[in-house]
């Protein structure tokens, strides 16, 4: 059993090229599997999606499983907000054939598992160095990606019956980006005090969103390495001394091709 835990352990936190492939099949799948609630979100469900959504729901169980086996810390481990997120999301798929008759909840439960995107981050932190030269931009981008998206779920949920199918999950998503960017149209408005209180908190959370990206994109970029004496961990790409105690970085670099 030993043998067993230490090669799963290696899969998920070594640096062999089979380790390497193993983790970019794990962020090929969690990214199929939020692009896949995304769009089934605006159908009805079926026989076919209700297997579909268990399949998923079991794969996603034995990587919860494998990771809380793996880890030095699970209390740690069960805290995280992307392995709650993700309790919830298996607990909707493997539930979904009991509440037929109402999925609305599942549906917003569903939407959590682009909480899991924090989780790919991590992975390509480790993995990629364009990724660590761009992380502020991206993380930005996966912020404001993550909320339009559990947003325009709860909006589906909140303002559109089960039979609106793709069309109104499009105006739902419609509504969402024009009430964040606080463009206003009217076309599609909400009417109840909870709706509206709903539009209130996309507009403000949206904008400081929108913000914090267009900051991420037009700052000059930084790159994470920390300083072996004061512990600062953001420094500029090209930086040879800290700007916090003058202490020599070496950051690894391609350098520059011009002349």
Not at 101 to 114: H, P, Q
Not at 158 to 176: K, M
Not at 199 to 216: H, K, N, P, T
Request: glycine residues 6%.
């Amino acid at each position: 059993m030993d043998s067993v835990q230490r090669t799963i352990r290696l899969l998920y936190n070594g640096h062999s090229q089979s380790a390497q492939r193993f983790r970019y099949a794990l962020v090929t799948f969690d990214a199929a599997t939020i692009l896949y609630f995304i769009i089934s979100a605006a159908f009805e469900q079926t026989t076919l999606i209700w297997a579909l959504d268990t399949v998923l729901g079991v794969l996603i169980l034995c990587d919860l499983v494998a990771r809380f086996w793996i880890s030095e810390n699970r209390r740690q481990e069960c805290l995280k907000l992307y392995t709650i997120a993700d309790l919830l999301v298996v607990a909707s798929l493997l539930l979904a054939p009991i509440f037929t008759d109402d999925l609305a909840f599942l549906r917003i439960l569903r939407g959590l598992r682009l909480i899991h995107s924090y989780h790919l981050i991590r992975d390509l932190r480790r993995d990629s160095r364009f990724f660590r030269l761009h992380e502020d931009a991206i993380l930005a981008a996966v912020n404001l990606f993550v909320f339009v998206f559990v947003m325009t779920s709860l909006v589906f949920v909140v303002a559109f019956d089960d039979t609106a199918g793709p069309a109104g999950y499009i105006d739902a998503l419609y509504f969402t980006v024009a009430t964040l960017t606080t463009t206003g149209f009217g076309d599609i408005t909400m009417t109840t005090p909870g709706g509206r209180l709903l539009a209130v908190f996309i507009m403000v959370v949206g904008v400081a969103l929108f913000v914090q990206l267009a900051r991420a994109i037009f700052q000059p970029s930084k790159i994470r390495h920390k300083c072996p004496e004061c512990g600062l961990n953001r420094h500029d790409p090209d930086a040879i001394h800290c700007k916090h105690c003058g202490e020599t970085l070496k950051i690894e670099t391609e350098g520059s091709n011009g002349a």
